[in-house]
């Protein structure tokens, strides 16, 4: 099984990270990588986030500044870039990967931008969580994937990893989101993300 998610390689250059097109890539590897970007999700979390008690606050300044794109093609490349971004800041301040054996506790949500009316019901649920396109803060986004057998909704996604803390909050957005754009992972199921 085959899905397609961006994701990053050391190229031959100094050992340097570059983006790659999108392509398909097989389950495993993509279960890996996005096992990865689940504990760095938890470590900005931790490390810069965790003490806010607003929920407008758990968009950082640093992840948040372009927004989701809605062209579909520009989708991939903005997740990967927001991931990139948060990797490169966790490692500035000593943050640096660790293998991705223990996920930390938590939820994995999705957005399908495809099904958005754009109503702002999950902001005014959530006190700001969501925008009022009902996308979640750049600092829990994982990956932006491409199911290889889609089914009629969700056959790509925004995928996002919610910390344990914010999972009734980030609840009632979902709850609030009447053409349900947003839902979790282990509701829907979707193929790629089974095992992980």
């Given amino acids: 099984m085959v899905c397609t998610v961006s994701h990053q390689v050391p190229s031959r250059q100094g050992g340097k990270a570059v983006l790659l097109e999108s392509r398909p890539i097989a389950v495993p590897r993509m279960r890996e990588i996005l096992r990865s970007r689940i504990i760095e999700a938890e470590r900005w979390y931790r490390h810069w986030l965790s ?40 490692a500035s301040v000593g943050q640096t990967p660790i293998p991705a054996s223990l996920l930390p506790s938590g939820r994995l949500l999705l957005y399908d931008p495809d099904l958005n009316l754009f109503c702002g019901g999950a ?74």
């Fill in 123 to 196: 902001e005014n649920a959530t006190n700001g969580f969501f925008d009022v396109n009902n996308v979640p803060p750049g600092d829990f986004w994982i990956a932006y994937i491409v199911e290889a057998k889609a089914q009629d909704t969700y056959g790509s996604y925004l995928l996002s990893w919610i910390p344990t803390s914010l999972v009734d909050l980030v609840d009632k957005g979902v709850q609030a989101n009447p053409e349900q754009c947003i839902a979790w992972a282990d509701r829907l199921k979707p193929r790629s993300l089974r095992g992980l």
């Fill in 51 to 90: 003490a806010a008690d607003d929920p407008r606050m758990l968009r950082s300044v640093e992840l948040n500044r372009s927004g989701f794109p809605v062209p579909i093609l520009s989708r991939q490349g903005a997740v990967e870039r927001v991931c990139t971004q948060r990797t490169t800041l966790l």
